[in-house]
């Protein structure tokens, strides 16, 4: 069996969020059960190459009516031996140009390049599931079936987040020079002219997966259903959830050089207060190791990753209280941001610092007491189960994978309503309950023991690959 992975992100290569955790570790951790497996990405911009990587393919696909010019370079993810090709292309993918502005361009071409690709493979190397993450190569099936007649391969789809669906009114059935007849999802939606390209690779997929148990119930229902619901609910049978994991080689705070200092459980509360005393010190917050350190690590997504409640929370100055700190790391929309900037404006323990940083992440989880976890929806989070590795204790709302990975008071706090009196009162409650010294370290050597390693998911993945092979 040949299983082609293919996402828009791969850690250390690329990474926006978790997409690219998974991207990173889930190949990894198939390939050391022996599943055959190659993983494929956008060469994106940032993406540099050392001279280990080389190009193995070049391909002239048509877009848009001009002939493109496509190669296919191959290499290791680092530090495993995961066989990775990068897609490359000047005009809509490896490029910061006008046109790759358009997302949907941007991936109906790299969907192009790889079925492309695959096919000129195809003689000696048919894959037998092609597994694909997300809106972004949902099209590869619609293009292997129209373009290239290729019908053998089976594929699964795992949707990480169903708020992004890609849905565009881009012309791209025009531009990939497909009748409109042949998108399913086109002639459901014959009246707006738009085109879901989720959907379309739902419909195509042998197998849908999600990524935590709960989410794959939540999809379900009108609340979370991203209004497609319904036609999944058609799917049902052939949607299964399972949850996500870690690289827990990577988030391992004994061996993380990116933390101040490494510590393992059996020295965590030491190796915590270390971390902390120089986290504040690099922050400019007050240096005191009794000081409770909360803190948010994640995307500034105002409609799931309840950003509106913390603004909110620090708006009315019930955040955090005497003898508290909060630390805020994260990017993304920019209203949000500068409502969090705006916020938090006179409250001298509080820092938001909006950007994308790795190191200050590690160093954050490594140093906090605890990490809040407001999402909306999340359909599965490694945030939680990251703040569990370094023992950084989350207090999470109770939806999608939140639910599935945390216990009331054994490795985090929990809260249901989606208010930010809530949200604060579950929080200084977990820090009552933290004042037990006793009980604070059982719940952290409960969260460090815990085992959010790859081990029970691959395994489901491969057994699922097994079940559609033998279909
Ligand atoms: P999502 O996939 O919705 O972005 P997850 O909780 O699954 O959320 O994963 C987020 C990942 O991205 C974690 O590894 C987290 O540490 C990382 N991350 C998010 N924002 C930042 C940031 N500003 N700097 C560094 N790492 C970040």
Redesign the pocket.
């Known amino acids: 069996m040949k299983v082609y992975y293919v996402i828009d992100e791969a850690y250390p290569l690329y ?7 998974v991207g990173g570790s889930l190949p990894k951790a198939l390939s050391d059960l022996g599943v055959d497996i190659s993983l494929i990405l956008p060469k994106h911009p940032s993406i540099l190459l050392d001279s280990n990587w080389v190009v193995v393919s070049e391909l002239s696909p048509t877009y848009a009516g001009q002939t493109l010019t496509v190669k296919v370079w191959k290499g290791k993810l680092p530090f495993s031996n995961v066989d990775t090709f990068l897609i490359e292309e000047n005009i809509y993918i490896s490029q910061h140009t006008d046109a790759s502005d358009n997302h949907a361009d941007k991936f109906a071409v790299f969907s192009l390049a790889f079925s492309a690709w695959i096919q000129l493979h195809a003689e000696h190397e048919r894959p037998t599931i092609v597994h694909l993450n997300d809106w972004h190569c949902s099209l590869i099936p619609l293009i292997d079936k129209h373009i290239y007649k290729s019908e053998q391969t089976c594929y699964v789809v795992t949707i ?2 169903l708020m992004y669906q890609g849905i565009t009114t881009t012309p791209i059935l025009e531009k990939l020079a497909l009748p409109k007849d042949a998108c399913q999802i086109a002639s459901l939606d014959g009246l707006d002219h738009d085109i879901n390209i989720l959907l379309e690779g739902l419909l195509h997929a042998n197998s849908i997966t999600t990524v935590s148990k709960q989410y794959a119930k939540e999809i379900l229902t009108e609340e979370y259903g991203q209004k497609i619901n319904e036609i999944l609910a058609l799917k049902k049978k052939d949607i299964v959830g399972i949850l ?1 994991g870690l690289d827990i080689e990577s988030f391992n705070p004994a061996t993380d050089t990116m933390i101040y200092r490494q510590y393992s459980s059996s020295d965590a509360i030491v190796g915590k207060l270390e971390n902390k005393l120089l986290l504040q010190k690099e922050l400019g917050l007050s240096s005191d190791s009794e000081k409770i350190m909360i803190a948010f ?3 500034v ?1 105002l409609q ?2 309840g950003i509106e409640l913390i603004i909110d929370a620090l708006r009315n100055k019930s955040l955090i209280m005497e003898g508290q700190q909060f630390i805020f ?3 993304g929309d920019q209203k949000g941001e500068s409502e969090l900037h705006e916020s938090a404006a006179n409250i001298s323990e509080v820092r938001i ?1 909006t ?4 190191p ?2 590690r160093k954050i ?1 490594a140093a906090s007491d605890y990490l809040l976890v407001p999402s909306k929806f ?7 189960m ?1 703040a569990n590795r370094y023992g950084s204790l989350p207090v999470v709302r109770l939806t999608g994978g939140l639910l599935d990975t945390v216990s009331e008071g054994v490795n985090g706090f929990t809260f249901k309503e989606y208010s930010s009196k809530e949200m604060v009162c579950a929080l200084q409650n977990a820090i009552n309950a933290g004042k037990d010294q006793v009980k604070k370290t059982q719940m952290i050597q409960n969260a460090m023991n815990k085992d959010f390693s790859w081990k029970a998911s691959a395994l489901e993945y491969q057994s699922l690959y097994e079940k559609i092979e033998a279909r």
């Open positions: 990474k926006i969020g978790g997409l690219g955790d990480h987040n996500n690590i994640g995307r997504d799931q990753k790391l994260g990017t610092i950007r994308y940083d790795e200050l992440a989880y999340e359909p599965c989070g490694l945030i939680q990251i």
